[in-house]
């Protein structure tokens, strides 16, 4: 029979083991990869580049997963209710992980509720104006839009929205004013600016860089530290008196938490990999987005980064969803 001494430390060498077992064992299954957005958008247009990377890596099918509403939260509360085994995965926008948090009451504690495996893409943003606009720089944009009377007004996607968050940081920046004018799709906002309906609005590069290439939509500035290496063509708000203005529409890949960390390290290798692989690359350059990867131990100092950004912008806005 075995003392007390003997029986704990076999309770602790199979404690130690089980962790490297269970990720040797890992995936057992197909893996689902959440997005919690609808088909078609860009979020899910990743989401399914990415499954198609990964899958031969995990040598198991990974399924995407469409969870949409409630400006993403539903798709992640889906997610941070699985089994913490890695055969659950969450496709999080910062509009989810790092905005909604400060907009909504959420029903799961953002802090803890996930456990980080990396960032995927950084998706920046740009603000633009109809191609026929008089104003061909942010100046001469802010300069008009002081003059204006009646205020000008702006095309939003919906208060929340993670290109209505940075237009509301902008006009904090540049102390202007302009109303919004929400249309319930992102189609309809972009057309009401194609059309001189409405003056500006702001959108990511995924959606925007064909618009401006095309000539039908002028960007006035890209919100980069630098000029980004996916539209070197477009000046940064930096250069333009702005510094320090960025706004991303960043996508990470999330576990439940307590996932044992021999399969997040596994998950954040095999996603640096695709990330690295030329097909993918060029794919994502050709969407107007920036590959990220990186260790898992930089999510964190990122994560508060991008909450203190949002969180001073929506309550100095006195934004809320309700």
């Known amino acids: 029979m075995l003392s007390r001494r003997q029986l704990a430390g076999a309770v602790l060498l199979a404690s130690a083991m089980a962790g490297p077992a269970h990720a040797q064992a890992y995936p057992d299954r197909p893996v689902t990869l959440v997005v919690p957005w609808g088909p078609g958008g860009s979020t899910d247009v990743i989401g399914r580049l990415l499954a198609q990377r990964l899958a031969p890596e995990l040598g198991q099918p990974v399924v995407v997963e469409n969870r949409a509403g409630a400006n993403g939260t539903i798709g992640t509360a889906s997610v941070v209710r699985?089994?913490?085994?890695?055969?659950?995965?969450?496709?999080?926008?910062?509009?989810?992980?790092?905005?909604?948090?400060?907009?909504?009451?959420?029903?799961?504690?953002?802090?803890?509720?996930?456990?980080?495996?990396?960032?995927?893409?950084?998706?920046?943003?740009?603000?633009?104006?109809?191609?026929?606009?008089?104003?061909?720089?942010?100046?001469?944009?802010?300069?008009?839009?002081?003059?204006?009377?009646?205020?000008?007004?702006?095309?939003?996607?919906?208060?929340?929205?993670?290109?209505?968050?940075?237009?509301?940081?902008?006009?904090?920046?540049?102390?202007?004013?302009?109303?919004?004018?929400?249309?319930?799709?992102?189609?309809?906002?972009?057309?009401?600016?194609?059309?001189?309906?409405?003056?500006?609005?702001?959108?990511?590069?995924?959606?925007?860089?064909?618009?401006?290439?095309?000539?039908?939509?002028?960007?006035?500035?890209?919100?980069?530290?630098?000029?980004?290496?996916?539209?070197p063509e477009i000046p940064t708000f930096a250069e333009q008196g702005y510094p320090g203005f960025e706004a991303y529409d960043d996508l990470a890949l999330f576990a439940p938490a307590g996932t044992p960390e021999p399969i997040l390290d596994r998950l954040n290798a095999m996603l640096a990999k695709a990330l690295a692989s030329p097909e993918i690359g060029e794919k994502l350059s050709g969407l107007g987005l920036i590959s990220m990867g990186g260790p898992r131990a930089e999510f964190p100092a990122y994560f508060a980064r991008e909450n203190a950004r949002w969180r001073q912008v929506i309550r100095s806005r006195n934004i809320r969803i309700q």
């Open 82 to 231: 699985a089994r913490p085994d890695g055969h659950t995965l969450l496709l999080g926008t910062s509009s989810t992980y790092a905005m909604a948090p400060h907009l909504m009451d959420l029903p799961y504690d953002n802090d803890t509720a996930l456990a980080p495996v990396g960032r995927v893409v950084s998706v920046p943003m740009m603000i633009l104006v109809n191609a026929a606009s008089p104003a061909k720089d942010l100046a001469e944009f802010v300069a008009r839009t002081k003059a204006a009377r009646p205020p000008m007004t702006y095309a939003s996607s919906g208060t929340g929205s993670s290109t209505f968050l940075a237009t509301e940081m902008f006009l904090q920046e540049a102390g202007v004013e302009m109303l919004e004018v929400a249309y319930r799709t992102g189609p309809a906002t972009t057309a009401s600016v194609l059309s001189g309906e409405n003056p500006m609005l702001f959108m990511s590069t995924t959606n925007g860089l064909a618009l401006v290439r095309s000539g039908q939509l002028r960007a006035l500035a890209i919100a980069t530290p630098q000029r980004s290496p996916v539209a």
